[in-house]
Protein backbone atom coordinates (compact mmCIF):
# COMPACT_ATOMS: atom_id res chain seq x y z
CA UNK A 1 0.00 0.00 0.00
CA UNK A 2 2.65 2.62 0.69
CA UNK A 3 4.14 1.77 -2.94
CA UNK A 4 0.57 2.80 -4.42
CA UNK A 5 0.22 6.21 -2.10
CA UNK A 6 3.82 7.06 -3.64
CA UNK A 7 2.69 6.73 -6.72
CA UNK A 8 -0.29 8.98 -6.65
CA UNK A 9 1.97 11.52 -4.67
CA UNK A 10 4.35 11.40 -7.46
CA UNK A 11 1.31 11.74 -9.82
CA UNK A 12 0.22 14.54 -8.40
CA UNK A 13 3.77 16.56 -7.97
CA UNK A 14 4.55 15.92 -11.52
CA UNK A 15 0.99 17.04 -12.55
CA UNK A 16 1.36 20.33 -10.73
CA UNK A 17 4.29 20.71 -13.18
CA UNK A 18 2.10 21.12 -16.24
CA UNK A 19 0.18 23.66 -17.86
CA UNK A 20 -2.85 21.94 -17.12
CA UNK A 21 -2.75 20.02 -13.80
CA UNK A 22 -6.63 19.40 -13.82
CA UNK A 23 -6.50 17.18 -16.89
CA UNK A 24 -3.66 15.24 -15.93
CA UNK A 25 -4.68 11.23 -14.28
CA UNK A 26 -4.23 9.68 -11.30
CA UNK A 27 -3.54 6.38 -10.69
CA UNK A 28 -5.05 4.45 -8.13
CA UNK A 29 -3.50 2.30 -5.18
CA UNK A 30 -4.38 -1.53 -6.28
CA UNK A 31 -3.23 -5.00 -4.46
CA UNK A 32 0.40 -5.70 -4.98
CA UNK A 33 0.61 -7.08 -8.50
CA UNK A 34 -2.39 -5.97 -9.66
CA UNK A 35 -3.18 -3.26 -12.02
CA UNK A 36 -3.54 0.30 -11.13
CA UNK A 37 -6.15 2.26 -13.01
CA UNK A 38 -6.26 5.76 -13.56
CA UNK A 39 -8.78 8.13 -12.93
CA UNK A 40 -9.68 11.95 -13.34
CA UNK A 41 -8.60 14.40 -10.33
CA UNK A 42 -12.29 15.06 -9.77
CA UNK A 43 -13.15 11.10 -9.27
CA UNK A 44 -10.67 10.48 -7.08
CA UNK A 45 -11.39 13.35 -4.78
CA UNK A 46 -14.69 12.21 -4.67
CA UNK A 47 -14.05 8.67 -3.96
CA UNK A 48 -12.45 10.08 -0.53
CA UNK A 49 -15.71 11.87 0.39
CA UNK A 50 -18.34 9.21 2.19
CA UNK A 51 -21.35 7.97 0.13
CA UNK A 52 -24.29 9.96 0.06
CA UNK A 53 -26.84 8.96 2.84
CA UNK A 54 -30.59 8.97 2.32
CA UNK A 55 -30.43 12.48 3.88
CA UNK A 56 -28.60 13.69 1.35
CA UNK A 57 -30.48 11.80 -1.88
CA UNK A 58 -33.78 12.99 -0.51
CA UNK A 59 -32.51 16.52 0.35
CA UNK A 60 -31.43 17.23 -3.62
CA UNK A 61 -34.31 16.01 -4.96
CA UNK A 62 -36.62 17.71 -2.72
CA UNK A 63 -34.52 20.24 -3.34
CA UNK A 64 -34.67 20.50 -6.76
CA UNK A 65 -38.69 20.82 -6.93
CA UNK A 66 -38.46 23.13 -4.26
CA UNK A 67 -36.71 25.31 -6.68
CA UNK A 68 -38.07 25.09 -9.13
CA UNK A 69 -41.40 26.57 -7.40
CA UNK A 70 -39.87 29.52 -6.49
CA UNK A 71 -38.67 29.92 -10.12
CA UNK A 72 -42.54 29.68 -11.21
CA UNK A 73 -42.95 32.47 -8.80
CA UNK A 74 -40.42 34.56 -10.38
CA UNK A 75 -41.44 34.37 -13.66
CA UNK A 76 -44.48 35.65 -12.78
CA UNK A 77 -43.01 38.96 -11.60
CA UNK A 78 -42.02 40.69 -15.24
CA UNK A 79 -45.58 41.22 -16.02
CA UNK A 80 -47.53 41.65 -13.19
CA UNK A 81 -45.13 43.49 -10.24
CA UNK A 82 -45.44 47.53 -10.06
CA UNK A 83 -42.15 47.88 -7.73
CA UNK A 84 -39.09 47.83 -9.61
CA UNK A 85 -37.22 46.51 -6.04
CA UNK A 86 -39.66 43.79 -6.11
CA UNK A 87 -38.68 42.64 -9.89
CA UNK A 88 -35.04 42.84 -9.30
CA UNK A 89 -35.72 40.48 -6.27
CA UNK A 90 -37.38 38.24 -8.32
CA UNK A 91 -34.68 38.08 -11.21
CA UNK A 92 -31.90 37.50 -8.79
CA UNK A 93 -33.51 34.73 -6.91
CA UNK A 94 -34.24 33.24 -10.76
CA UNK A 95 -30.48 33.79 -11.30
CA UNK A 96 -29.10 32.06 -8.20
CA UNK A 97 -31.62 28.72 -8.38
CA UNK A 98 -31.45 28.18 -12.16
CA UNK A 99 -27.80 27.10 -12.02
CA UNK A 100 -28.18 25.45 -8.13
CA UNK A 101 -31.03 22.78 -9.98
CA UNK A 102 -27.84 21.99 -12.69
CA UNK A 103 -26.09 21.34 -10.12
CA UNK A 104 -28.28 19.56 -7.90
CA UNK A 105 -29.10 17.58 -11.14
CA UNK A 106 -25.38 16.82 -11.84
CA UNK A 107 -24.98 15.31 -8.65
CA UNK A 108 -27.98 13.01 -9.08
CA UNK A 109 -26.54 11.53 -12.22
CA UNK A 110 -22.63 11.66 -10.39
CA UNK A 111 -24.09 9.09 -7.85
CA UNK A 112 -26.63 7.48 -10.08
CA UNK A 113 -29.33 8.99 -8.10
CA UNK A 114 -32.90 8.65 -9.63
CA UNK A 115 -35.43 11.14 -8.43
CA UNK A 116 -39.16 11.52 -8.67
CA UNK A 117 -39.89 10.23 -5.21
CA UNK A 118 -40.08 13.06 -2.97
CA UNK A 119 -43.00 14.15 -0.75
CA UNK A 120 -44.24 17.42 -1.92
CA UNK A 121 -46.46 17.92 0.64
CA UNK A 122 -43.65 17.25 3.00
CA UNK A 123 -41.44 20.29 2.33
CA UNK A 124 -41.29 23.44 4.05
CA UNK A 125 -42.54 26.32 2.74
CA UNK A 126 -43.81 25.15 -0.52
CA UNK A 127 -46.93 27.14 -1.41
CA UNK A 128 -50.32 25.39 -2.59
CA UNK A 129 -51.28 25.31 -5.66
CA UNK A 130 -54.35 27.57 -4.55
CA UNK A 131 -51.98 30.65 -3.68
CA UNK A 132 -50.10 29.92 -7.11
CA UNK A 133 -53.26 30.66 -8.71
CA UNK A 134 -53.85 33.68 -6.38
CA UNK A 135 -50.38 34.92 -7.20
CA UNK A 136 -50.31 34.22 -10.72
CA UNK A 137 -54.34 36.30 -10.92
CA UNK A 138 -52.40 39.32 -8.77
CA UNK A 139 -51.48 42.50 -10.39
CA UNK A 140 -49.36 45.46 -9.09
CA UNK A 141 -49.27 46.40 -5.54
CA UNK A 142 -51.21 43.15 -4.55
CA UNK A 143 -49.10 40.99 -6.57
CA UNK A 144 -45.64 42.74 -4.74
CA UNK A 145 -47.14 41.83 -1.41
CA UNK A 146 -48.40 38.42 -1.78
CA UNK A 147 -45.10 37.75 -4.01
CA UNK A 148 -42.69 39.21 -1.11
CA UNK A 149 -44.64 36.99 1.39
CA UNK A 150 -45.02 33.61 0.00
CA UNK A 151 -41.05 34.03 -1.12
CA UNK A 152 -40.21 34.43 2.55
CA UNK A 153 -42.10 30.99 3.75
CA UNK A 154 -40.56 29.50 0.78
CA UNK A 155 -37.07 31.23 1.53
CA UNK A 156 -37.30 29.98 5.19
CA UNK A 157 -38.68 26.32 4.55
CA UNK A 158 -35.42 25.86 2.07
CA UNK A 159 -33.46 26.83 4.99
CA UNK A 160 -34.81 24.34 7.24
CA UNK A 161 -34.44 21.91 4.76
CA UNK A 162 -30.91 22.88 4.27
CA UNK A 163 -30.13 22.90 8.27
CA UNK A 164 -31.48 19.55 8.44
CA UNK A 165 -29.57 17.39 5.82
CA UNK A 166 -25.99 19.78 7.47
CA UNK A 167 -27.07 17.29 10.42
CA UNK A 168 -27.84 14.72 9.01
CA UNK A 169 -25.74 14.01 5.99
CA UNK A 170 -22.52 12.81 4.73
CA UNK A 171 -21.94 14.14 1.55
CA UNK A 172 -19.14 17.11 1.11
CA UNK A 173 -20.97 18.61 -2.18
CA UNK A 174 -24.04 18.26 -0.51
CA UNK A 175 -23.05 19.82 2.97
CA UNK A 176 -21.61 22.85 0.39
CA UNK A 177 -25.02 23.22 -1.07
CA UNK A 178 -26.78 23.14 1.52
CA UNK A 179 -24.42 26.07 2.48
CA UNK A 180 -24.91 27.99 -0.79
CA UNK A 181 -28.97 28.07 0.20
CA UNK A 182 -28.56 29.06 3.82
CA UNK A 183 -26.45 32.30 2.99
CA UNK A 184 -27.77 33.12 0.07
CA UNK A 185 -31.52 32.98 1.15
CA UNK A 186 -31.26 34.10 4.37
CA UNK A 187 -29.76 37.85 2.84
CA UNK A 188 -32.66 37.44 0.72
CA UNK A 189 -35.11 36.90 3.80
CA UNK A 190 -33.51 39.77 5.13
CA UNK A 191 -34.12 42.02 2.05
CA UNK A 192 -37.72 41.11 1.28
CA UNK A 193 -38.93 41.31 5.27
CA UNK A 194 -37.49 45.31 5.01
CA UNK A 195 -39.32 46.21 1.41
CA UNK A 196 -42.53 44.52 2.97
CA UNK A 197 -43.77 47.12 4.59
CA UNK A 198 -42.82 49.86 2.40
CA UNK A 199 -45.50 48.39 0.16
Sequence with gaps: ?????????LVVALAGCTSEPESAPIIAPDTPGGSAPTIAPSDASRAQQPAPNDADRQYVEMMIVHHEQA???????PE?????TVKGLAERIRFSQEPEIGAMKQWQRTFNVVGGHADHSAMPG????????????????DFDRMFLELMIKHHEGAIKMATDVRAAGTNVQVEEMADDVVATQSDEINRMKALLPTL
Design 1 to 9: MRTGVAVIA
Design 80 to 84: RAQNE
Design 126 to 141: MATQEQLNALGAARGK
Design 71 to 77: LAMTRFA
